[in-house]
């Protein structure tokens, strides 16, 4: 069974900085593409970031609003996926999820999430 899980999450003042990984217990490069999502209370699920070459810096995409301040990245060594978050913002406060999909099957899996909070 593929397992994610997210961790890094935190409160953290505006402008600050967070790093989420995404820890996956098989390697990264057996998913076809690795994302990050957010959900904000009252609001749905939206793509912050994805690249479609899990492990390297190629196919990456970004939510406009994070463009310049988001950025994700992978460390097959480690088999982690990672979203790093500079100058936060309040409207950046949501639960964070990674997702990966399978190479070998198709079947998308899902973390059970992390909190982040960017408030004074």
């Known amino acids: 069974q593929v397992q994610l899980v997210e961790s890094g999450g935190g409160l953290v003042q505006p402008g600050g900085s967070l790093r989420l990984s995404c820890a996956a217990s098989?390697?990264?490069?057996?998913?076809?593409?690795m994302a990050w999502y957010r959900q904000a209370p009252g609001k749905e699920r939206e793509l912050v970031a994805r690249?479609?070459?899990?492990?390297?810096?190629?196919?990456?995409d970004y939510l406009d609003s994070v463009k310049g301040r988001f950025t994700i990245s992978g460390d097959n060594v480690k088999k982690t996926m990672y979203l790093q978050m500079n100058r936060l913002k309040p409207e950046d406060t949501a639960t964070y999820f990674c997702?990966?999909?399978?190479?070998?099957?198709?079947?998308?899996?899902w973390g059970q999430g992390t909190q982040v909070t960017v408030s004074s």
């Open positions: 997702n990966g999909r399978s190479s070998s099957t198709g079947i998308t899996y």
């Open positions: 098989q390697s990264i490069f057996s998913f076809s593409s």
């Open positions: 690249t479609g070459k899990p492990g390297t810096t190629d196919y990456t």
